[in-house]
């Protein structure tokens, strides 16, 4: 029985550890969700190739943790049901934005360049897709990002989900960014209570 109850004591243990460590994980992943509101207070005229304005929205945020950053525009309400959306992120955000070059770029899942990704954006003649990408980031540091569609003359909103390793400061934006989301916690303490009852469950009836 001695034996026994060592097994189940090493099983539980092994478990709780990889319980608690999975937990921290989801605690140093910080989601935030978003609604990017594009209108005609920002925008750039005959950038696009096509001609007509180039409408964006700019987010000036710092970031506390360096690490890989998801962003995701899941879903939007364009002008005409424009899909077609883009990310562009500058290291210096007093740039003239939409005009320079941004440090960093995402027009869709495997379409871009800097900041982590393969660099494989070539021109203008794409897919019409909403930006997915990773982008890595620097820690303390403040950046630009920009939403845009350079589909000329669009307007309208853009839902938007950034995964970060750790929290985003920004004052500038219509919408503020919520706080970080507890979930981790929660399931972190429902795995360690669970792990918890079945050791004292099994040590009590040995």
């Known amino acids: 029985m001695y034996i026994h109850l060592q097994k189940v004591k090493y099983l539980l243990a092994a478990l709780l550890s990889a319980s608690i460590a999975w937990g921290t994980i989801q605690l140093n992943s910080v989601i935030y969700d978003f ?4 209108d ?6 005959d950038f696009n190739p096509e001609g007509g304005a180039t409408y964006y929205e700019p987010l000036v945020f710092t970031t506390t943790t360096g690490g890989d ?3 995701n525009n899941y879903s939007s309400k ?3 049901q424009v899909t077609d959306t883009s ?3 500058y290291d210096n955000p007093e740039a003239n ?6 440090w960093a770029f995402n027009d869709g899942a495997g379409i871009g360049f800097g900041g982590g990704q393969e660099n494989n954006f070539e021109s203008f003649d794409r897919e019409s897709q909403a930006f997915q990408g990773t982008i890595t980031l620097a820690a303390d540091t403040t950046y630009a990002a920009v939403f845009s569609s ?8 853009m839902a938007v989900r950034v995964n970060a390793p750790g929290q985003i400061l920004t004052t500038g934006f219509t919408a503020p960014i919520p706080e ?6 929660w399931i972190a303490l429902i795995i360690g209570g669970f792990v918890a009852f079945c050791y004292f469950k099994v040590r009590s009836e040995l």
Request: proline content about 5%; aromatic content about 8%; cysteine-free.
């Open 87 to 89: 990310l562009l992120i």
């Open 35 to 38: 609604l990017v509101n594009i």
């Open 69 to 71: 950053f998801e962003f």
């Open 40 to 45: 005609e207070t920002n925008s750039v005229q």
């Open 97 to 102: 934005l939409i005009i320079d070059r941004p």
């Open 78 to 80: 364009l002008t005409n």
């Open 150 to 157: 350079f589909t000329p003359n669009t307007m309208g909103s």
């Open 180 to 185: 970080m989301s507890d979930t981790g916690l």
